[in-house]
């Protein structure tokens, strides 16, 4: 059974920084890849960025490119989000998602997070 943990949320003021964790417990990613969305109530789900796993290749959206950076430490079966600049814009719950064969911005994947709230206000 897969499980999705995610930490590192919180209040931070624009142009400050946080980094977000996503702990994948159980399944097989190999072939697939773990992402991260973010949602506004009322809103779609966006994704933000996303690390196929199996060769390694990072996906942005256009609004976060340039100050997002994804990573994984795959001993740790962690993920990490790193957010820096941020802007009022960004504020969102942020889930992570993994999926076993699938990859990218606009993909569903299987398994989700429960979600952690990032607020970015002065």
């Known amino acids: 059974q897969v499980q999705i943990v995610e930490s590192g949320g919180g209040l931070v003021q624009p142009g400050g920084s946080l980094e977000l964790s996503c702990v994948v417990y159980?399944?097989?990613?190999?072939?697939?890849?773990i992402a991260w969305f973010r949602q506004v109530a009322g809103d779609e789900r966006e994704g933000v960025a996303c690390?196929?796993?199996?060769?390694?290749?990072?996906f942005y959206a256009d609004s976060v490119k340039g100050r997002f950076t994804i990573s994984r430490d795959g001993a740790k079966n962690t993920v990490y989000l790193r957010m820096n600049n941020l802007k009022v814009e960004d504020s969102a719950t942020y889930y992570c998602?993994?999926?076993?064969?699938?990859?990218?911005?606009?993909?569903?994947?299987?398994?989700w997070g429960q979600g952690t709230q990032v607020t970015v206000s002065s």
């Open positions: 690390f196929s796993v199996l060769d390694g290749k990072t």
């Open positions: 159980g399944g097989s990613f190999d072939y697939g890849g």
């Open positions: 998602a993994a999926d076993e064969l699938a990859t990218g911005l606009k993909t569903w994947y299987e398994f």
